[in-house]
T-cell receptor, first 115, second 110 residues
Framework: GAVVSQHPSWVICKSGTSVKIECRSL??????MFWYRQFPKQSLMLMAT?????????EQGVEKDKFLINHASLTLSTLTVTSAHPEDSSFYIC???????????FGPGTRLLVL | RKEVEQDPGPFNVPEGATVAFNCTYS??????FFWYRQDCRKEPKLLMS???SGNEDGRFTAQLNRASQYISLLIRDSKLSDSATYLC???????????FGKGTTLSVSS
């Protein structure tokens, strides 16, 4: 199957700093990328959907000024958590979908711990 | 009503047992349904898509009941390696993104 990578796989940072997470589709062109967040023992919650070259669509309750998403190319999307706080500590997972088909391919996730 | 609801679990079964998970969804217009598997601290991985006629993949059988907006997953002859969280997934109202259920945890013991 298709491969999606995320970097970094884990990050620990101080409260107030910004953290950037990269999501790359390695062997296909991802016209749409999705960002999810998962808290312990909870389901994956969709944060936003981004299409290459256009602004991301955020789900209700997700602050677009806090979670900046950029999808500048067909193989790369970034999520920047600005001014991170301890409550932002979570497992962030991206997924990517090509131009055809329903299948989404998930990245391995990034664990963020904000101290 | 939540978009996707699943059995609360956890399910603790011995090796060789047959176990069934249920899921209901709220969007009657949904066309695509999936079961994903998620291991602890890992990303979810597609287990199987769910088709209207039902489908089988080895020990796994998925069924869809559109009238009741109900999806099921049956696992026969459980293996230790089946221990994981099973996520019921449907497309959102707009048909553009996946919506995940909370998941049902399965623990298979020897």
């Amino acid at each position: 199957g298709a491969v999606v990578s995320q970097h970094p796989s884990w990050v620990i940072c101080k409260s107030g700093t910004s953290v950037k997470i990269e999501c790359r589709s390695l062997d296909f062109q991802a016209t749409t990328m999705f960002w999810y967040r998962q808290f312990p023992k909870q389901s994956l919650m969709l944060m936003a959907t981004s299409n290459e070259g256009s602004k991301a669509t955020y789900e209700q309750g997700v602050e677009k000024d806090k979670f900046l998403i950029n999808h500048a190319s067909l193989t790369l999307s970034t999520l920047t958590v600005t001014s991170a706080h301890p409550e932002d500590s979570s497992f962030y997972i991206c997924s990517a979908r090509g131009a055809t088909g329903d299948t989404q391919y998930f990245g391995p996730g990034t664990r963020l711990l904000v101290l | 009503r939540k978009e996707v609801e699943q059995d609360p679990g956890p399910f603790n079964v011995p090796e060789g047992a047959t176990v069934a998970f249920n899921c209901t969804y709220s969007n009657s217009a949904s066309q695509s349904f999936f079961w994903y598997r998620q291991d602890c601290r890992k990303e979810p991985k597609l287990l199987m898509s769910v088709y209207s006629s039902g489908n089988e993949d080895g020990r796994f059988t998925a069924q869809l009941n559109r009238a009741s907006q109900y999806i099921s997953l049956l696992i026969r002859d459980s293996k230790l390696s089946d221990s994981a969280t099973y996520l019921c997934v449907v497309f959102n109202q707009a048909g553009t993104a996946l919506i995940f259920g909370k998941g049902t945890t399965l623990s298979v013991s020897s």
